[in-house]
């Protein structure tokens, strides 16, 4: 059974930091890539953060580059999302996901995710 299980979110005045963390089991972690991805009340699911099988190769959507940085410690069999200078729409439940693929940024090529964790920026 694969499991992704985020951790990590809150409640954070704007400019401030949070360091979320997905937690995965029943999966050859250290094999594939990681993506982040969040989704805001009314709005579609939108990608994030993307990061190969090693860690060296990592993308980022726009509006979160120079803001947001995506690491892995394989050992742990964990990914994790530090989100510096927050926004109020940064605000999002986060969700991370799994990939079979190389590079791949979309939505629909994720094969797996996690239930999870909500991000508040106030203002």
Do not use: H
């Not at 990590?8 to 094999?31: N, W």
């Amino acid at each position: 059974q694969v499991r992704l299980v985020e951790s990590g979110g809150g409640l954070v005045q704007a400019g401030g930091s949070l360091r979320l963390s997905c937690a995965s089991s029943g999966i050859t972690f250290s094999s594939y890539a990681m993506g982040w991805f969040r989704q805001a009340p009314g709005k579609e699911r939108e990608f994030v953060a993307y990061i190969n099988w090693s860690g060296r190769s990592t993308y980022y959507t726009d509006s979160v580059k120079g803001r947001f940085t995506i690491s892995r410690d394989n050992a742990k069999n964990t990914v994790y999302l530090q989100m510096n200078s927050l926004k109020p729409d940064d605000a999002a439940v986060y969700y991370c996901a799994f990939t079979y693929y190389t590079g791949r940024y979309n939505l629909k090529d994720y094969q797996y995710w996690g239930q999870g964790t909500q991000v508040t920026v106030s203002s």
